[in-house]
């Protein structure tokens, strides 16, 4: 039998540190004084010059910490390279105070976007938004995002004018009251398993899906947003890239804007969203047509994403986002982040998104992951989309142990509960 019953104690946040301090009965004055000093924490930086680089690592390895860098790098001159720094936020803490008095300018930056960073890192606590007549407060519960397709074609088969759930509806009319009854009814019965929010979209974007105006974009959405607005106080997202869709859902009684080219897709609607002041989320998107596979079965998948470095690149593209919905007048505070899994990935991808979704943490913003039955699931598990109910389960636990805010999801009721038990074994440094 062990003496001493030693263990390795995974301790990943302040606040997780913190309270295994308080267990053992240390004092709060040293609690305060050791958490800086017992995170280790790596942070990679990118395209860094000679000089810079030769500075940061000497700097580093003073003040206890270390610095990888590419061995390009010694050759001098105007090479550059990608920097790994790896330390204690004390480390980190000394670091900072040495840059800010560097000359290079480019260290001076650095020292402000590293600062920045850990903050945006260590923060658990994000400040709330209100989305129609409800307060969001990150960091205190994952909130569930239930999915209404008023489409023909969803890749998870859930579309309302192809599920046969509409009875009586055999030309899919989006227009029909029958298919209209059909879409609030879902709204409401997710609302009562426990959705926070309802997304209505009436454009598929699966891969290999095709692009429908936005007459027919309106005439799928409008009539269920307005009844479901007059009948629940649940805030409504509506799923569009365009804005003239936006504008009439807004009008319609939409309180969010759900767009899965991060503004990009629309001159115009980034100027709505502003003028509007409604909260937004920005996919990050690659989506390719031509680099879709479609597999009858299992649906469409991407073969040939590529990325020098995922997520260093899904984080760089959706800092653009967010500086372009700065620049267009929406407050920081009503940004929200996806990473889009499924959206010009491929299977490996996406799982490996998944792993690491915690990274988009340094930009601060809440993070939406939306997993929900998509292809990735199918394709690992090898099942159609109606059976990727445990699959979903899984990506939806690991996402929220990863930092996802809201998970957009098919299936409330099981995800509501997914949710509850992830949480109460990840909030509050369990």
Sequence with gaps: MSAFNSRVVRLETAAALRSEMKKIGSDPRGIEIMVPKGLFLTIKIEDVKYAAASIIKQEMLAKGGEAA???????????????LLMGTKRHYRRLLAKLRIQPLESLT????????????????????????????RWGERTFVMG?????????????????????????????????????????????????????????????????VTAEEELRRVLPVIRRLAATTDVPISIDTYKASVAEAALDAGAHLVNDVWALGADPDIAALVADRGVPVILMHNRSRPKEASVEARLGGRYLGGEYQDLMADIIRELRQAVESALEAGIPANNIIVDPGIGFGKTVKQNLHLL?????????????????????????TLDLPPEERLEGTAATVALGIARGADIVRVH?????VRVAKMADAMVRDGC
């Excluded at 001098?76 to 920097?83: N, P």
């Excluded at 029958?178 to 009436?202: H, Y």
């Excluded at 299936?411 to 995800?415: A, C, T, Y």
């Design 69 to 83: 860098l590419g061995e390009c790098i010694y050759f001098g001159d105007e090479r550059r390279t990608d920097m």
């Design 411 to 415: 299936d409330v009721r099981e995800m």
């Design 147 to 211: 999915i209404i397709n008023v489409t023909p074609d969803s890749f998870s088969g859930d579309g309302i004018l192809s599920s046969g759930v509409a009875a009586g509806v055999t030309d899919g009319d989006a227009g029909d009251e029958a298919t209209i009854d059909a879409a609030v009814a879902q709204g409401l019965r997710q609302v009562k398993e426990g959705a926070d929010i309802l997304d209505v979209g009436g454009e598929s974007t699966r891969p290999g899906s095709s692009p």
């Design 355 to 379: 792993n690491h979704l915690d990274e988009l943490e340094v930009m601060g913003y809440p993070i939406l992951l939306g997993p929900s039955r998509k292809s990735f699931i199918g394709y």
């Design 109 to 136: 930056t650095l020292a402000v976007e590293l600062k920045e960073a850990l903050e945006n890192y260590e923060a658990r606590d994000r400040s709330h938004l209100t989305i129609g007549a409800r307060d969001f």
